[in-house]
């Protein structure tokens, strides 16, 4: 992802990420409305993720683990809170305590708001989490 700028705000807990891509929306939308392509850009490097549910709709869950080098599993959870295809969506991004993906009670949740505006031949991308 071509990142062009990052803002903390420490006073109101939010990080923002900026970036281009030279794609239309619709193809950016996509990274995150199909499961196998989320995959190959979800977590960290070295940290593949297997997404084993999808429903990127109001209300729906995305569960997936990422793997690490050793073969340990860390899975996650999104529950997706409002869908704007291909403008916008919202989801709480949490960390599961097992692999049912029970939400761990002793981890924050972040809220995640991810924005993608045409500008010129290419995609303006916003990512906030709090």
Known sequence: MPVTNVTKDLDNR?????AEFAA???????LYADPRQ?????????????VVEHSLTPGG????????PEGEKFPGWWGVTAVDEPNS?????????????NPAPDMPVAHCVYRFEPNG???????VSV
């Open 89 to 101: 969506f919202e989801f709480d991004d949490g960390f599961a305590a097992d692999m049912e993906f």
């Open 24 to 30: 239309p929306v619709e193809r950016v939308w996509q």
């Open 121 to 127: 031949s290419g995609t303006k991308a916003t990512y």
């Open 38 to 50: 989320l995959e190959k850009i979800w977590g960290p490097p070295g940290y593949p993720a297997t």
């Open 14 to 18: 939010t990080l923002t990420v900026e």
């Open 61 to 68: 869950r995305v569960h997936y683990y990422m793997t690490s």
